[in-house]
T-cell receptor
């Protein structure tokens, strides 16, 4: 069993839909990251969080430390949101990032 | 700030050749990371530096790989000799405060070894 699991693996939705991507982990963490990788390959860090909720534009990330679960939400989704979304966790205060396999999101116009 | 800069963006080379990838971290960031991404293995941490000093290179696949950080604004990842299985996208990332802090990624170098 992977220490970081994301669901779904693939998600196709229509423009405007509310999107939720989930991340569950089985280790103790000091922080959780959500990253976005576009088809061109570049990786962008979206959020780093260790508790609660963060919001940036149409993106919202939440984390529940007790349940070892995080969600990334996209409101009013747009085709330009099409990308792979990756969840990664820092193991306690270790430098290591354990990566999820990613969720490939396609938003159709 | 221009963000993390990597060069070249694409590299195609023949097996046996030496390959050098370059990275300029964000100014003021004390931590620099080299990652490799393949379809089979996803993102793997190869090595990271703190204040130009290599802290952990346990992710470096073998002796053919070496990384240096001669100063705070420049790092190289070298593969000599290169092999087809080294074909991957290599990312450099930097972080400001801690190894577990938010990492800022460069655009990556897509390496193809034929």
């Amino acid at each position: 069993k992977n220490e970081v699991e994301q669901s779904p693996q693939n998600l196709t939705a229509q423009e405007g839909e509310f999107i939720t991507i989930n991340c569950s982990y089985s280790v103790g963490i000091s922080a959780l990251h959500w990253l976005q990788q576009h088809p061109g390959g570049g990786i962008v860090s979206l959020f780093m969080l260790s508790s609660g909720k963060k919001k940036h534009g149409r993106l919202i990330a939440t984390i529940n430390i007790q349940e070892k679960h995080s969600s990334l939400h996209i409101t009013a989704s747009h085709p330009r949101d099409s990308a792979v979304y990756i969840c990664a966790v820092n193991v306690d205060s270790n430098y290591q990032l354990i990566w999820g396999a990613g969720t490939k999101l396609i938003i159709k116009p | 700030d221009a963000g993390v800069i990597q060069s070249p963006r694409h590299e195609v080379t023949e097996m046996g050749q030496e390959v050098t990838l370059r990275c300029k971290p964000i100014s003021g960031h004390d931590y620099l990371f080299w990652y490799r991404q393949t379809m089979m293995r996803g993102l793997e941490l190869l090595i990271y530096f703190n204040n130009n000093v290599p802290i952990d290179d346990s992710g470096m696949p073998e002796d053919r790989f070496s990384a240096k950080m001669p100063n705070a604004s420049f790092s190289t990842l070298k593969i000599q000799p290169s092999e087809p299985r080294d074909s991957a996208v290599y990312f450099c990332a930097s972080s400001l405060l801690a190894a577990w802090g938010e990492q800022y990624f460069g655009p990556g170098t897509r390496l193809t070894v034929t």
